[in-house]
């Protein structure tokens, strides 16, 4: 009789304590998969400030270069289709971020070539508000890379988490899945070549 409730113990102490790691890794999963979902949120809000200064710059830029219409119509058109593409932080996958990826680089590019046309125009160059636009760009492409990198290692460290074990067979239980991470644009690896 009594070593049956002696192994009726130690199945019970085994039970609470398999409970008690399993709540634990599951309660951890939960955080982790939270904080890559509020790095991706404070993304969206970088690249959402950089879609709001387009329409000022834009503006500044027509008063001086009116007749440059294709390429400020090009700026419209990237910003527009790049604050269309929303992905949903629960289905973060390679190919919604490609997707999303995809359509900012439509606005790096048009907002090239606005660069290129300033150019031309010494006195929107000198312009105070053009000036401050600018600068707010500037300023807001280096957040769109802090808080991309930010996402890429709370990405990487919920991945890291879940992989491993026996936490992974946690995550297999409940369908915490591996989070996709931002990526080079395709030719980043190859230096530019400048020519004179």
């Known amino acids: 009789m009594k070593k049956t409730w002696i192994t009726i113990g130690v199945v019970a102490l085994i039970v609470i304590i398999l409970y008690s790691i399993t709540i634990g890794a599951y309660n951890s999963m939960v955080e982790k998969d939270e904080a890559v979902s509020g790095a991706w949120s404070q993304v969206e809000n970088v ?33 527009s289709k790049a604050t269309s593409v929303n992905i949903d932080p629960s289905n973060l996958n390679a190919e919604s971020i490609k997707k999303f990826q995809a359509a900012q680089e439509g606005i790096s590019s048009a907002l090239s070539r606005l660069m290129v046309v300033v150019e031309r125009y010494p006195d929107l160059k000198a312009n105070q508000n053009f000036l ?39 995550a297999g239980m409940f369908g915490f899945e591996k989070r996709a991470y931002f990526e080079a644009e395709i030719g980043a690896e190859k230096a530019p070549q400048v020519k004179f």
């Open 47 to 79: 690249y959402q400030r950089r879609a709001d200064l387009i329409p000022n710059l834009v503006e500044t830029v027509k008063g001086y270069a009116a007749h440059e219409k294709e390429v400020l119509t090009g700026v419209v058109e990237a910003r």
């Open 132 to 170: 401050q636009l600018q600068a707010q760009l500037e300023g807001t492409e280096n957040r769109i890379t802090v808080e991309r990198q930010k996402f890429n290692d709370t990405a990487k460290e919920y991945n890291t988490y879940i992989r491993k074990f026996p936490k992974n067979i946690i």
